[in-house]
């Protein structure tokens, strides 16, 4: 029966079209030169940092949030700014270290805690690291401190803070170790520490934070503290140093690999698309060819349909434009009759 069937035109037409689309999508992923290779290549880890606070005053936005945090009395540096510039120089860092290093923000602009764990959570990030600095009422109080959310992130905070001590000892900024601050990023679904290098109330470690040398230098103090709790970004990095060895053809990097909140759909779909596509159309060339009684008779009562559904839509349209017009019209009569006054004698000499 198979064979007879085989033996119409139209069903060997039918076959043929249809199978065009799958040996034109196996010559596709065949003739890729990325498409086994692509495969096997390790993907960088990503990291999160969070440059706290943000935002600028604008006056033809004045709705617009601004959260300088922290201000130092001894030079005006704010804390948004400051957090800002170290989160660049990490960022930097950790990408040399082949680690796509994600911002939550990357200019001057005012963020809520949501909109950062999501940053971090959608991006799977291995560890979630916020940057800001201390401050109090008097400029006595001084030191590094790091802060963590919850008791599973202590190790964390302590890899941190060892990390920190032994870059900001020698400048003469002491260690204040770790506190729990369970009222704090909550929500992020990975490792997470707040770290605060130093205080901006603090005359001495003020002018010390306004100088890129000690930024550089926090910048190196957090990124150890982030590998050495996280050895498998430096692992990673071996397996990407090694593939870029073996294929300098498809190296891998943290700039073409960074991923975002919203990602952007891969730029291999643009082929899979036209493909679907083409074998939509094909299926129906064929399915008119194969049975062109049926197709007909579809056609015919799909063209009824749509003229129904366009005559409905039209008179519901048309429908409520007269709704309307009644409601305008007697408000317009409610409102005359409000404000009429009464007829007087003299109206008739002018």
């Given at each position: ?148 959310p919850k008791d599973t992130d202590l190790s964390f905070a302590q890899t941190m803070s060892d990390a920190m001590g032994a870059y900001l000892k ?49 910048a190196m103090s957090i990124r150890d503290g982030i590998e050495k709790y996280a050895p498998q970004l430096l692992q990673r990095k071996a397996q ?78 048309n429908a409520k434009r007269r709704r309307r017009r009644a409601v305008a019209l007697r408000a317009l009569e409610a409102h005359a009759q409000r ?12």
């Amino acid at each position: 029966m198979l064979r007879a069937a085989m033996r119409h035109p139209a069903t060997r037409l039918l076959h043929v079209l249809l199978s065009v689309p799958v040996l034109a999508s196996a010559m596709v992923i065949a003739a890729s030169p990325t498409a086994h290779a692509q495969a096997a290549a390790p993907t960088p880890l990503v990291v999160v940092i969070d440059p706290g606070h943000g935002g600028a005053i604008n006056p033809a936005q004045p709705d617009m949030p601004f959260d300088p945090g922290a201000i130092a009395p001894s030079n005006g540096l704010m804390e948004k700014d400051v957090t800002l510039a170290v989160s660049l120089r990490l960022r930097a860092l950790l990408r040399q270290d082949d680690v796509n290093a994600i911002l939550t923000r990357s200019d001057d602009r005012s963020l809520d805690v949501q909109q950062r764990s999501a940053t971090a959570n959608n991006n799977g990030a291995a560890v979630f690291v916020s940057v800001h600095f201390n401050s109090f009422t008097d400029g006595g109080p001084n030191g590094s401190l790091v802060l963590y959310p919850k008791d599973t992130d202590l190790s964390f905070a302590q890899t941190m803070s060892d990390a920190m001590g032994a870059y900001l000892k020698p400048l003469g900024v002491v260690n204040d170790g770790v506190v729990l601050r369970d009222n704090w990023w909550i929500h992020t679904e990975m490792p997470t520490v707040t770290v605060e290098p130093a205080f901006l109330s603090n005359t001495r470690e003020a002018s010390l934070i306004a100088t890129p040398g000690f930024q550089q230098v926090l910048a190196m103090s957090i990124r150890d503290g982030i590998e050495k709790y996280a050895p498998q970004l430096l692992q990673r990095k071996a397996q990407i140093v090694a593939w870029n060895t073996a294929h300098p053809e498809h190296p891998v990097t943290p700039a073409t690999t960074a991923l975002s909140v919203h990602a952007a759909a891969p730029a291999s779909a643009g082929w899979f698309g036209t493909l679907v596509r083409y074998t939509l159309v094909l299926a129906l060339f064929a399915a008119v060819v194969r049975w062109p009684r049926t197709a007909w008779v579809m056609v015919r009562a799909d063209l009824r349909f749509t003229r129904a559904t366009i005559d409905r839509v039209v008179v519901r349209r048309n429908a409520k434009r007269r709704r309307r017009r009644a409601v305008a019209l007697r408000a317009l009569e409610a409102h005359a009759q409000r404000f009429a006054r009464p007829h007087h004698v003299y109206d008739e000499l002018f």
